[in-house]
């Protein structure tokens, strides 16, 4: 398996614009992750869904972040509008098994919002 | 709520051992306790996981006292390659994921 997979790699935008990451889980996994990281605040768990189903959506920082998963291969993480402060690494993560089970991260898509 | 706390750097020498703690009071009670090593540039690579006592594989140990207020996390020998920053990740009582600050381990020839 290619492991868990992001795109893009590098994303510049501007202030207002909206910000589409798309992650590819490993193949049978069941669980699938959303965290940011940023120097402030670490790593944070935004999202997480379980059989493509958003089971824990209280990390998602406001209203102008959304995610989906349409199926079982493919997530989207949207910021619309992007704002300056929402520049950082985010992660996609995949696992068989839910709550600290083994993880598998993407290689991440490093955000930056000018 | 749980609150994880874990030293912020570390510095060895080839061939040591080294024990990194993180301290997490409050966690649920029926998860595993995670640990894992970050690269520049990567993602988190899964290292160790473990419920109570003391689990091993090829590449480290994880400690975990009967209480699971806290975890260590040992590499054997550790080498050069070894410099990363380490993460401890538990679920607190409330079900949430809380990934630990992050210890910054610097291995030096």
């Known amino acids: 398996d290619a492991g868990v997979i992001q795109s893009p790699r590098h994303e510049v935008t501007e202030m207002g614009q909206e910000v589409t990451l798309r992650c590819k889980p490993i193949s049978g996994h069941d669980y699938l992750f959303w965290y940011r990281q940023t120097m402030m605040r670490g790593l944070e768990l935004l999202i997480y869904?379980?059989?493509?189903?958003?089971?824990?959506d209280s990390g998602m920082p406001e209203d102008r972040f959304s995610a989906k998963m349409p199926n079982a291969s493919f997530s989207t993480l949207k910021i619309q509008p992007s704002e300056p402060r929402d520049s950082a690494v985010y992660f996609c993560?995949?696992?068989f098994g839910g709550g600290a089970y083994e993880q598998y991260f993407g290689p991440g898509t490093r955000l930056t919002v000018t | 709520l749980a609150k994880t706390t874990q030293p912020i750097s570390m510095d060895s020498y080839e061939g040591q051992e080294v024990n990194i703690t993180c301290s997490h009071n409050?966690?649920?009670?029926?998860?595993?306790i995670t640990w894992y090593q970050q690269f520049p540039s990567q993602g988190p690579r899964f290292i160790i996981q473990?419920?109570?006592t003391k689990v091993t594989n090829e590449v480290a140990s994880l400690f975990i006292p009967a209480d699971r207020k806290s975890s260590t996390l040992s590499l054997p020998r550790v080498s050069l390659s070894d410099t990363a920053v380490y993460y401890c990740?538990?679920?607190?009582?409330?079900?949430?994921?809380?990934f630990g600050s992050g210890t910054r381990l610097l291995v030096r020839p």
């Open positions: 869904f379980n059989n493509n189903v958003p089971i824990d």
């Open positions: 409050n966690i649920a009670t029926n998860d595993y």
């Open positions: 473990g419920y109570k």
């Open positions: 993560a995949s696992s």
């Open positions: 990740l538990v679920e607190n009582s409330s079900y949430k994921l809380i």
